[in-house]
């Protein structure tokens, strides 16, 4: 498919203002770009999720939540919150590791927010996505795995017995969940037979039952598998052993305040939503709706700029729905069922998720060999859907062009 | 049985490189109050418990020393501040006693309806905090939204909602107010669908019955060695209960009321109810029957509190009179155990002859149900103890005194 040569990125498009020798500024504005736009979206994510589960938490145990901090329904709370952990004293324990303590939530916070580089928000105009990568599953999994060291630092860094046993838990707990989230993941990337997100998302174009959770019903328990690897991996309840308020105070979290503490804090929330967009793009068909509304309304690039446009910004709230559902599933798996032992938890990571994912790698495998096309289109075949399976290797997305990379810029 | 002590601060010196001292508390989410447990592990197992108490010590018993019997109410009160009334009760039936003081029927039926809507209140909190500890918000605050409207009753009943002194030397200290007994009932209707909600949350909840399974298995030649009491005790299998078992100055405080006493006999509990179902996992005796007996508990306490309204309404006028200040105590001694909440709650009077006691002596049912607590927690996860602390139901107000 044409889409890659059809839409310059970003940095292509700045460099046509630059001169020729300073086509790398390009590169440099356009991430500085994304960056800016990604953490405006992790950010409000945070702030909106904090205030979400103080309000989804409330009404589930039969309170109201915040009311009084900006109007009735106290929305401002979160911004009163960041404001007030902004300005707490800086408290360094005595025993801590000066470095150690202070590097660990930046850690965790970068390589949560970084998860965001590689995900795409629309499919059109070559993808809504801040770095194109055919390599996109894999590198959310294993920038996603990063976020671990960050939290050993702190447990270690802290100088605290509470703090190490919470970080060595989580070290165990996140490492080893790893495995298990990464074949599930594997299962749709091997349906549609890449991992390039945008490629993944578009091929889910035509109707809910074009998603690939309805593909076969091994796909199908593969996303609760998914589910609760991805719930583990994200330390939320109920794995979240390492926070356990009840035994560890607040586990490798424990000697951290104000800002530092609000890091590790925006980190686990954008992790959840980061997560959850991973599993919107790869089970419920990402920016495309239940029904290719889209399509039917026009809102699709043969019909102009301004249309496309509006089709991927609703395409964009469409994923930001899904995924905002996830997380919504998450809170309410928190507040509803009491946590896990550690022992507990490995057992599940290792005698139950990681079998079972196996296993249902291997007959989606089957079932794709067998039947290619997915649940729907046994029945009616479709001659792309066969194809996609016997098709050659997909073309890969391009180098920057050669004009660029020879300095002399211009398309 | 002779517990091997090892000196925490002198320990340190013996310690193996792979064992940790690790401090939980005194301020700490979970130990219930200001308790201080030193944990000695190896990684994650434990290997040593020692509790640390005294500072909630607030000496009580030397007060008593000093104060007319009416006056030291209030300090029990503050002993299990979380029943209250029970604690009043349990002094209240030691000085009479003493003065072989009868009160009057009215007064009788007001006792045990008060002392039953306070059960429940304590085992709410025991549920929600034991809920708590183990990581499940929400049903801690549907239990305290129930205790809420049982506070709210007593308040209208004596003015305070935790530290009540009602019940008193002689009876009570004032009738009931009008269309109390409606706002009582009203409750109880709206509190049975609340505990098949708990039930669904906490008692049948797969994850919770993972973590109480088999965990602080306590035998019950063990439990009776220990002096353990009420639902501790229950829960292992012992079918004791002060309120039909106990001696004739407390029995006959529930004479004429009809209840099952909640411990497994012949493998089953009291049936009189559809109550969830024994999961196969769990081990008599073990943290899940121990929460378990005391939701079954729950709903005799409801049983027993219509029952007292029954007698209420029917009794003749007449809460009793309280025991004047200036009223001398006849020389002697009298002890007497009630069924608290969380155990047998002893009280000791000794008296001179005057109208201050020589002596005022209690036993704490949390104290010795504690005292069980290293025996429990050796060759257990530190993730156990605060589920094996939090099953047995301490209060800290009620150790220290």
């Not at chain 2, 909630?56 to 029990?76: D, F, M, S, V």
Request: glycine share 8%.
């Amino acid at each position: 498919m044409p889409e890659y040569h059809q839409y310059p990125s970003l940095a292509e498009f700045v460099s046509t203002f630059l001169p020729e020798s300073w086509g790398w500024l390009a590169y440099v504005l356009a991430a500085l770009v994304h960056v800016a736009l990604l953490l405006v979206l992790a950010l409000t994510v945070a702030a909106a999720s904090n205030w979400f589960e103080r309000k989804v938490s409330a009404r589930m145990q039969d309170r109201l939540g915040p009311t009084r901090v900006g109007g009735r329904f106290g929305w401002l709370q979160s911004v009163a919150d960041g404001i007030k952990l902004l300005t707490k004293e800086d408290l360094i324990p005595r025993e801590a590791d000066g470095l150690l303590f202070r590097l660990a939530p930046y850690l965790s916070f970068c390589a949560s927010f970084s998860i965001y580089l590689a995900l795409p928000f629309a499919g059109g105009a070559g993808g809504w996505v801040a770095q194109r990568l055919n390599i996109a599953v894999f590198f959310v999994l294993a920038v996603a795995g990063l976020e671990v060291f960050g939290v050993i630092l702190a447990g270690y860094g802290s100088g605290s017995k509470w703090s190490l046993f919470g970080a060595m838990r989580e070290a165990a707990q996140v490492v080893s969940y790893e495995v298990p989230l990464a074949l599930a993941a594997l299962i749709p990337v091997m349906v549609a037979g890449s991992m390039d997100l945008v490629r993944i998302g578009n091929l889910q174009k035509d109707g809910f039952w074009d998603w690939l959770i309805f593909h076969d019903p091994f796909t199908f328990l593969t996303f609760f598998v998914y589910l609760t690897c991805a719930v583990a991996s994200v330390n939320r309840a109920p794995f979240d052993l390492p926070e356990a308020e009840s035994e560890l105070v607040a586990g490798f979290m424990t000697e951290y305040s104000g800002f530092r503490w609000s890091l590790f804090f925006m980190a686990e929330y954008a992790s959840m939503f980061a997560v959850s967009v991973l599993a919107a793009i790869l089970f419920f068909g990402g920016w495309n709706g239940p029904l290719p509304l889209a399509e039917w309304l026009g809102l699709t690039q043969s019909h102009g700029g301004l249309a496309a446009y509006a089709g991927n910004f609703l395409g964009m709230c469409n994923l930001l729905a899904k995924s905002y559902l996830g997380v919504i599933v998450m809170m309410w798996l928190r507040w509803t069922l009491p946590r896990l032992r550690i022992d507990q938890v490995m057992t599940v990571c290792l005698k139950y998720c990681i079998p079972v994912a196996a296993a249902m790698l291997l007959g989606a495998m089957v079932w794709c060999y067998a039947l290619p096309g997915g649940l729907v289109r046994a029945v009616r075949p479709h001659p792309e859907a066969a194809a996609r399976w016997g098709a050659p290797p997909v073309d890969q997305p391009p180098h920057p062009p050669a004009a660029l990379a020879a300095g002399k810029g211009g398309r | 049985m002779v517990l091997e002590r090892v000196d925490p601060e002198l320990a340190e010196f013996d310690v193996h490189t792979d064992e940790l001292l690790v401090n939980m508390g005194p301020q700490h989410p979970s130990t219930h109050g200001v308790l201080r447990l030193v944990l000695r592990t190896d990684g994650e197992v434990v290997k040593e418990v020692i509790p640390h108490i005294g500072y909630l010590h607030r000496c009580a018993e030397k007060i008593g020393e000093n104060l007319a019997a009416r006056q030291w109410i209030p300090y029990t009160d503050r002993m299990d501040y979380l029943a209250g009334m029970n604690m009043n009760l349990g002094w209240a039936l030691t000085v009479e006693k003493l003065l072989g003081l009868e009160v009057p029927e009215r007064a009788r039926h007001l006792r045990v309806l008060i002392a039953e809507l306070n059960r429940i209140a304590s085992h709410l909190v025991a549920a929600g905090t034991y809920g708590l500890d183990l990581g499940s918000f929400t049903p801690f605050v549907h239990c305290f939204r129930e205790r809420e409207k049982i506070l709210d009753l007593f308040e209208r009943v004596c003015g305070a909602r935790l530290t009540y002194s009602y019940i008193t030397i002689g009876g009570v200290m004032a009738d009931l107010p009008r269309g109390w007994l409606d706002e009582c009932e009203a409750f109880l209707v709206s509190f049975e669908p609340v505990i098949d909600d708990l039930h669904a949350l906490l008692t049948s909840n797969a994850i919770l019955i993972h973590r109480t399974a088999g965990i602080g298995v306590l035998s019950p030649e063990m439990a009776v060695s220990y002096g353990c009491t009420g639902p501790v005790l229950r829960a292992s299998g012992v079918n004791w209960d002060l309120r039909r078992d106990g001696e004739p100055w407390c029995t006959r405080t529930y004479v004429g009321y009809k209840f099952e006493v909640i411990a497994e006999t012949d493998g089953r509990y009291p049936q009189d109810a559809p109550y969830p179902p024994v999961p196969s996992a769990v081990v008599l005796g073990d943290c899940w029957h121990r929460f378990y007996v005391r939701m079954l508990e729950v709903v005799q306490s409801v049983k027993l509190a219509r029952q007292a309204m029954d007698y209420y309404r029917k009794s003749p006028p007449g809460v009793g009179e309280p025991l004047r200040l200036v009223q001398k105590l006849p020389k002697g001694e009298a002890y007497l155990e009630t069924e608290a909440p969380k155990g047998q709650m002893g009280f000791m009077v000794v008296s001179d002859g005057t109208t201050v006691p020589w002596r005022a002596r209690a036993r704490s049912s949390s104290f010795c149900n504690l005292s069980v607590v290293s025996e429990l927690c050796r060759g257990c996860l530190i993730a156990d103890v605060p589920a094996i602390v939090g099953s047995l139901d301490i209060v800290l107000g009620e150790i220290d005194r």
